[in-house]
Structure formats: C-alpha cells, structure tokens
C-alpha cells in the first residue's frame, strides 16, 4: 500500500494523500480511476477483437448418382463332379497332374484291366456257344416241323424242339448282354474328365484296392462360367423394397442388376456378370437372403471358394445431395453441417447422414438446392458468427 500510486520521483504516500484529501473526494477519485481503466479495456477488447471468420463453402447441388451397394461374396463352380470308379479293382495309375486344368474326355485314371479283360473274354466265349446252341435248335426245328404237319412226329416232338429254338435264342441275347457288361466294366477302367475344368488332388493311390467305400478318386471344377454368391439380409431387402417404392432409388431400365468384383487387392476383375438367381426363401438360420451372379472366368483368375467384393451396380439415386467427408461434424445429438445463410452468418444445420459415396457423404436429409455449406473453417465456428466466403 505504501508504494501504490507511487511511479517516478515526487510520488506521494498513499498514507499522506489519504490523510490531506477528504473521503468524499477520495471516492470522486476512485470511481474517475475506475472509469478510465473500463474505457482503456473496452478500447483493448475493440482492438484485439475477432473480425469475420473465412471459410471455404460448396453449394448444394442435387443431382442423380449411381446407387452401388456392395457385398461379401464368394465363389463357387457352376459345375463340380465328383469323379468316382464305377468298378471294383486296384488303381494301376494317375495320368493327370493333381491341380491341373484338364479337357473334356482326358484320362485322369486307369484300373488294372487284367481281370475285365478276362470277363470279356469268358462272355464272349460263353455267346458263341449259345449261338451254336441256337443255330442246333433251329435245324431241328426245321426238321420236326414239316414231320409234325405230315404226323410222322407227335406234337409233343415239335412243342420240344419249338421250346428248345426259343431257349436257346434267349440264352444268346443273355450273353449278348453278358458280353455287353464286361466291355463295359472293361471301358471304366479308364476314366475320364466328363467336362472341361480345373482338377482336384488325388483322393487314392496307385495300388490302392477301389470298391464302394473308397470310390471317389478326385473332382473336376468347371472354372467359366463361376458362381458369385452373396446375401442380403431381410432388414435390408425390406429397405430397398421401401426406397424403390418411394422413389428414393429407381431400379435399372433393363431389370437387371450388374455385377462387378472387387479382388482382395482392390483390383476390379476385368468380367462383369449378371444375377441368374435369387433363393425363393431365407435361410433360417441367418435370416438372409441368398442372390447368385454369373460371371465368365475365361482365364481362370477366379477360384472356387475365393473371397471377392461384389458391387451391385444399376440402380439410380435421384436428386442425391453428397458433401466431402470434412463438412460433415457429429456432435452429441448427431450429424451436422454449417451453412451461411442471407446474412453471411454461420448456421449449424443438423443433417441425416446416409452411406459412403466415395470420398464424399450421402446427405439424406437436412439440406436443400442452393444452400451453401463450409467446408474448411467450421471447426471454429459458432451460430451467428459472420462469415467471410473464401473465393
């Protein structure tokens, strides 16, 4: 207190002012002091005050914008066979490379075919002598028939040799089919890829015994056309059906939707397919619904059971209103944007924020033509503040 109001030299104590000034001069003084001190700061706030805030701003323009929609998915063949022995016996050999891609017609196995050759042999030996059985039945026929109409024989004797014709010439078609048999059972001890596709690895062994229980030898994958499965799921199918019906989304001219993979390396896959089938139900289990797209693999990049992205494409949003991602701000209560509105002043907008388009945000609700929107400079910003538009 002593040294207050003591600055440079001739300084007066504040004991010896107090004790020559009156109190009701000493109070005049306060409040004139008082007085010039709020003056000089209001003065100071008016100089170091925040003029208008600069911002960059994108006005809103609607306009109609694919609607794509993608999915997990996987692969499948649209043609897989099970390639399996339709004889019993041992495998003398493997004439394929396991993972290969084979023709149709290629020979994948073969059997020893010592022991059908020999069955072939037996039924063709056994159909020669029912032929010679036949043709001593039919001579005898010929002889006892003219007998029997002269009634030198009784018809007992032409109802034998009658018999004995028509037995005969059923034994011949039974080894005929005898004969048939074992040159089939013969032929399958080559087997051949049925179709055009990439094989499996080797199931069995060369030496290995095959009957029933250990019969399929490997599988053959028809590799073009592939199979892209993938599900949708009923919350979902449900939204899709309400935006088609509210002509929030337009389905494609044609009907049909088109296909394109997304690899694992974000590569889009050069061939695009189109859906060729949709479950009649949901699957119980996971309440989805599953769609299938056919897609040509003339090269066979595509797999069975390979993970890809698939984008449905064709589907139109009309009047769509997208921002870039950083004009977007959520706070406690949602989404929101900042808008300038006539006055030049900040307004925060809350806003309805869809699905991802890119770089951008699908803005569902909240926005309207020709609004202008900050996009740099909001984070600062507060209603009412005005705002300088960036040129």
């Not at 001190?37 to 003029?51: F, M, N, P, Q, T």
């Not at 899709?240 to 929030?248: E, G, Q, S």
Request: charged share 20%; net charge positive; aromatic share 8%.
């Amino acid at each position: 207190m002593e040294n207050f109001l003591s600055r440079g030299t001739g300084a007066i104590p504040c004991r010896a002012l107090f004790a020559r000034c009156p109190a009701s001069a000493l109070f005049s003084s306060f409040f004139i002091i008082l007085t010039v001190l709020l003056s000089c700061a209001r003065h100071e706030d008016k100089k170091i005050g925040i003029g208008p805030a600069t911002v960059t701003v994108v006005t809103v323009k609607p306009t109609d914008l694919p609607a794509n929609v993608e999915y997990v998915a996987q692969t499948q063949s649209s043609h897989q066979v099970n390639i399996q022995a339709r004889v019993s016996g041992f495998l003398d050999k493997r004439a394929y490379v396991e993972g290969s891609k084979v023709k149709a017609g290629q020979v994948l196995f073969l059997m020893d075919k010592k022991p059908f050759e020999a069955k072939l042999s037996g039924a063709e030996a056994a159909l020669t002598r029912q032929k010679s059985s036949l043709e001593t039945a039919r001579r005898n026929l010929e002889r006892t028939r003219p007998l029997a109409a002269q009634h030198a024989l009784s018809q007992k004797d032409l109802d034998d040799a009658t018999g004995s014709y028509e037995s005969s010439a059923a034994a011949v078609e039974q080894a005929k089919s005898d004969v048939e048999t074992a040159r089939l059972n013969l032929s399958y001890c080559t087997i051949s890829s049925p179709i055009a596709g990439i094989t499996g690895a080797a199931m069995q062994q060369e030496g290995t015994y095959i009957n029933q229980q250990n019969s399929q030898l490997t599988t053959v994958a028809v590799l073009s056309p592939i199979w892209v499965n993938f599900s949708i799921s009923e919350n979902e199918m449900q939204r899709y059906r309400d935006r088609f019906a509210r002509k929030l989304l337009i389905p494609p001219r044609s009907g049909k939707f088109e296909v394109e993979l997304i690899l694992v390396d974000g590569s889009i896959f050069p061939h695009k397919g189109q859906i060729t089938f949709a479950s009649p139900s949901y699957n119980a289990q996971t309440g989805t619904f599953l769609l299938r797209a056919s897609v040509i693999n003339p090269d066979g990049v595509l797999r069975p059971n390979q993970y890809v992205r698939a984008l449905l494409k064709g589907a139109i949003r009309p009047g769509a209103i997208v921002l870039p991602q950083r004009a977007v701000q959520q706070g406690g209560k949602g989404h929101f944007v900042w808008v300038v509105d006539k006055g030049s002043r900040a307004e925060q907008r809350p806003v309805t924020a869809g699905e991802w388009y890119g770089n951008d945000w699908l803005i569902t609700d909240g926005l309207k033509a020709g609004e202008k929107v900050v996009v740099d400079g909001g984070l600062s910003l507060q209603p009412g503040v005005p705002v300088t538009v960036k040129q």
